[in-house]
């Protein structure tokens, strides 16, 4: 059996760390088995979804690293859910219901008062002919439910029934179908909910490992009866934890916390971003991998945590400066000559900059300083004035190499007597401005004599 899993949001916002948490299990999971993975969009509420979202999710992927083998969207797949709704009305699982939401809620709030959980009554199976034609004559559509099964033959008195499957993250679960009520498929206007499209698309598409949020283990029991009904082997679940911001607040997509569209706009690297979405609350340390399969022989769906897990933007940079003091070159120079970072000394200059930088961007700024000089000129006491004067006396002539900051430091405390942060703080701010960064050495070098004299203040 072919590995296939699928990522089925639906495009009606762009999507934030938790969704791309929810991607990442499932394409890491196909890398490991060898398997092939399925962007679905469940856009069958027509009025919220829209294509500019898909495309954006899309492109959040790709930025990613995650390629889906193939892209499906669920509006255009309506005739094969026609299909399914005829085959579970034929079947007598499928039933019409007339009730209006302030009928429903009525009801809801009679059986509490009663001590009984609020789910549907049935009442609609027992509707006669005469009480149907009424309803219709009045212009009540019906709305659909499906018949949970396994109910004792009086559909008001329904036993104990539990589903149970080994999921892949949390183990032995059960869901009690008699403590729910029997779920929604078709609305009064005839669109779908959620539930019976993924269905049905899981059995023609052949998924074959269904990976998604906790908030769905319930949902699943439901799911899996209508498997059965259909007539189709349910594929293995497997539900991983949420994540919620530091405070403990749930993730959205209407309100763009963080979206993986802000991260990468804050220059936040794709891997730092899929390391902290797939390590954080597992057993795994959370370290920043190099590309997605080496994520993946971290990855082990088993290895989360069933609580909730925090997610804190603080933790992606230190694994984005993690991912820059390892870049090489080779990896940076294309996105460094957009940023106008090129030519004979680009790559020496990467070398030297990357162990200072928290975001690639940040190089800018050291180019910027090593091109013009400080862009900020330090304002020097009157000793240190004297002190650096001195220094510059002694500056090495040309020509320059690896030595030149040893050579020149070594005169200095010579010339001067000076020698630790004394000797180094004020030949730091006066070559780059700032009071720490990439070794002067490694600077030195960059600037040539003229362009360090240039600094003498």
Known sequence: MTVTVRFAPSPTGRIHIGNARTALFNWLFAINNKGRFIQRFDDTDIARSKQEYADSILYDLHWLGIFPDVTEYQSRRFDIYDAAVE???????????????????????????????????????????????????????PHWRFLLPNFTSDPLQPERTDVHWNDLVRGEETVDLASLSDPVLVREDGTYLYTLPSVVDDIEMGVSHVIRGDDHVTNTGVQIAIFKALGAEPPVFGHHNLLTTT?????????????????????????????????????????????????????????????????????????????????????????LMVLGISGDKAEAFWLAVRGNLDRLSD???????????????????????????????????????????????????????????????????????????PELSDLLPLMGREGTLARRP
């Open 87 to 141: 085959r579970l009305k034929a079947a007598r699982v499928l039933y019409a219901c007339y009730e209006t939401p302030e009928e429903l809620d009525l009801r809801r709030k009679v059986r509490r008062t009663r001590g009984l959980p609020p789910v549907y009554g049935r009442e609609a199976l027992t509707l006669t002919p005469e009480q149907v034609a009424e309803y219709q004559s009045d212009g009540r559509k």
């Open 247 to 335: 405070t403990g607040e749930g993730l959205s997509k209407r309100t763009g916390a963080l979206s993986i569209e802000s991260l990468r706009q804050d220059g936040i690297e794709p891997m730092a971003v899929a390391s902290l979405a797939v390590l954080v609350g597992t057993s795994e340390n959370v370290t920043a991998a190099h590309d997605l399969n080496e994520l993946a022989s971290h990855f082990d769906p088993a290895a989360t945590s069933k609580s909730a897990s925090k997610f804190d933007p603080d933790e992606l940079l230190v694994l984005n400066r993690a991912l820059m003091h390892h870049m090489s070159f080779e990896e940076a120079r294309d996105r």
């Open 363 to 437: 190089a800018v700024a050291w180019w910027r300083i090593l091109s013009e000089g400080p862009q900020e000129p330090a304002d020097f006491s009157g000793e240190d004035r004297d002190f650096l004067n001195q220094a510059f006396d002694v500056l090495p002539e040309e020509p320059w190499n690896g030595t030149v900051w040893k050579d020149w430091t070594g005169k200095i405390r010579e010339a001067t007597g000076r020698k630790g942060k004394p000797l180094f703080m004020p030949l730091r701010l006066a070559l780059t401005g700032r009071t720490s960064g």
